[in-house]
């Protein structure tokens, strides 16, 4: 599922919950703001649950039939 992420999203999300950097550590690394790193963040946990709803829906579809 990550790797549907665009890689912005993936990159922040992946150093925020499984590195535990925190916002002002991953804009430094990556050359961003603080802010774009949240809304990278935000933005990542969206998708993240669309993907997941969308995968839902295809295996309830595929076990209605």
Do not use: C, W
Request: charged share 30%; no cysteine; aromatic share 12%.
């Amino acid at each position: 599922i990550l790797d549907e992420l665009p890689t912005g999203y993936r990159t922040v999300f992946n150093l925020y919950v499984f590195e535990d950097f925190k916002h002002r550590e991953i804009a430094e690394m990556l050359n961003i703001s603080i802010n774009t790193s949240k809304s990278q963040l935000i933005l990542a946990k969206k998708r993240i649950l669309e993907i997941f709803k969308k995968k839902e829906y295809l295996i309830s579809k595929k076990y209605r039939s």
